[in-house]
DNA sequence: TGAAATGTTGGGGCG
DNA sequence: ACGCCCCAACATTTC
């Protein structure tokens, strides 16, 4: 075999585009044939939760398409990804393996055993930052330290050389006439079947890159230049909802940067949401340094904090029984979307830990599961900030009160009436806090009350206490 | 990327 | 005109 014909393997992971996509543009530029495969290893640690899942299947559909209309087929296998692609490597005489690096502590410590191996066996492996705008590491303090606060750590990006241009999608890539046995995407049952869940997902939501990019025009174009204030209020459409297309690498934060940058006039707009992009960029570098931040808490005196076991109320959590409509009304829509207005999840996780005393833990194996930009790092680094107990965190003490809330940021109850129907025909002084309506009122609207789980100010008042204890011993 | 408790100020009613 | 009180509005402190 001609070293020119001996195939390079590109693995797709969390990258599932081809514009900017350095693996496979170096793939392109080596001038061999391409082996384009996904690797689906069901039962890694932190394995994709049920809203991810339904997301993978169609991106991956997607991609494939994408990649076939350029000649290249995409191979879907399954297993540890080491055997898989250490196989798979030796059986096609591959010159080299490619991929973008994920930010999962588990994956970099596969790659790096992967790589060594590979390398033994005279197989080139090498891989890209292409997840994030700048490669952990080397954002750092003057004493060199890793940021523990978020303002310095943004501030010391946008000092740093800015990320590089994205790249173009290859305008050709060689076929690989080989085959290999590979299976279909149904073989993996990604999809939910008895019952059929994924309804209001497949509403809400259109997976793959060509849509990501469109999502980022259109949000660029109308909505970017009221993002500061509008972002804020639930019901309407002023977040950019690229969460999903970003965590399954759809789109790069590099694009984004780069679309910011080049349309979009200098302004409050523009500055908070490049931010936004900072603190998915910090909660990536943060799970690089801290590997256990999804299981334990940064500061870990919060280990011994009275938590409460209340299995109860945590399943009126999940399922929108709290009886406080602006909480009820986002975990509705998180089960029957994949995703949760911002705003409304540091309401609703506020409530769970500090109204219900329940573990940050517990919050965060629920929206693993459940949410379809579900992400290791954004999402143990949020839980983390609501309970006080990780870098940068809101102090303990902020205890989200959720009727103001209600009020504050959903002021017609456009949201609640959308996703608490039941208490539609409230008029607004009572929507937020219904248990304080008269009798007729409620009769009028033809409402049941559903009693709240706790008393807001009671449960207050117990945070702080637990708070206090904490300090005191 | 809070909210409650507490403190301060100033206008207006009233004796 | 003055002191006193009330209290809304705003500011500061505390959790």
Redesign the pocket.
């Known amino acids: 075999m001609s070293s020119e014909s001996a195939p390079v393997i590109v693995w797709f992971r969390r990258d599932l585009r081809l514009a900017d996509n350095p693996a496979l543009t170096e793939a392109a530029a080596l001038g061999r044939p391409v082996i384009a495969i996904y690797i689906h290893q069901p039962d890694g640690v932190w394995r994709e939760g049920g809203a991810s899942r339904w997301w993978l299947h169609h991106s991956l559909d997607s991609l494939g398409r994408s990649l076939w209309a350029l000649g290249i087929k995409l191979h879907l296998l399954r297993g540890p990804a080491e055997d898989v692609l250490i196989r798979l490597a030796q059986q096609t005489g591959a010159h080299s393996v490619l991929w973008n690096r994920r930010t999962e502590p588990w994956a970099n410590h596969q790659d790096t055993a992967l790589a060594s191996t590979l390398t033994g066996l005279g197989i080139t492996p090498r891989s890209f930052n292409a997840a994030l705008l700048f490669k952990p590491g080397i954002i750092t303090t003057q004493a060199g330290r890793p940021f523990k606060v ?1 303002t310095p750590f943004w501030k010391a990006c946008l000092a740093a050389p800015p990320p590089a241009p994205p790249l173009a999608s290859p305008a050709a890539l060689r076929p690989w006439n080989g085959t290999l046995a590979g299976e279909s995407l149904d073989q993996w049952g990604l999809l939910p079947t008895k019952p059929d869940w994924a309804g209001g997902l497949r509403q809400s939501w259109q997976p793959g890159e060509a849509v990501a990019q469109s999502r980022l025009t259109e949000f660029l174009s109308e909505s970017l230049t009221e993002y500061a204030v509008n972002r804020d209020h639930p019901a309407q459409p002023g977040t950019s909802r690229l969460s999903p297309h970003l965590h399954f690498g759809e789109i790069s934060p590099r694009q984004m940067f780069h679309a910011i940058r080049r349309t979009a006039e200098p302004g409050l707009g523009s500055e908070r949401f490049l931010a ?1 992009l900072g ?1 998915r960029e910090f909660s990536a570098h943060l799970l690089h340094d801290y590997p256990d931040l999804p299981a334990r808490p940064l500061r870990r005196e919060f280990e011994n904090l009275p938590w409460r076991h209340d299995p109860d109320g945590l399943t009126a959590w999940q399922q929108g029984r709290t009886g406080y409509p602006i909480v009820d009304a986002g975990m509705r829509q998180l089960w029957a979307t994949g995703w949760m207005h ?2 409304v999840r ?1 309401v609703a996780a506020s409530f769970l830990v500090k109204d219900l005393l329940i573990p940050w833990q517990d919050g965060e194996a629920w929206f693993w599961d459940t949410l379809v930009d579900a992400d290791l790092a954004s999402n143990a680094a949020s839980w983390q900030w609501v309970a006080g107990c990780g870098a940068d965190a ?2 303990f ?5 959720p009727v ?2 209600s009020e ?1 940021f959903d002021p017609t109850g456009a949201y609640v009436r959308q996703w608490c129907p039941e208490l539609a025909a409230l008029p607004d002084k009572w929507l937020h806090q219904p248990w304080r309506a008269p009798a007729d009122v409620l009769r009028r609207a033809g409402v049941v009350l559903n009693k709240p789980l706790v008393d807001h100010d009671m449960a ?1 008042k117990r945070a ?1 206490a637990a708070f ?1 204890e904490l300090r005191a011993g």
């Open positions: 978020f936004e603190w911002n705003r540091m809101a102090p003490f902020r205890v989200f009160n103001l809330q504050k207050r702080l206090a």
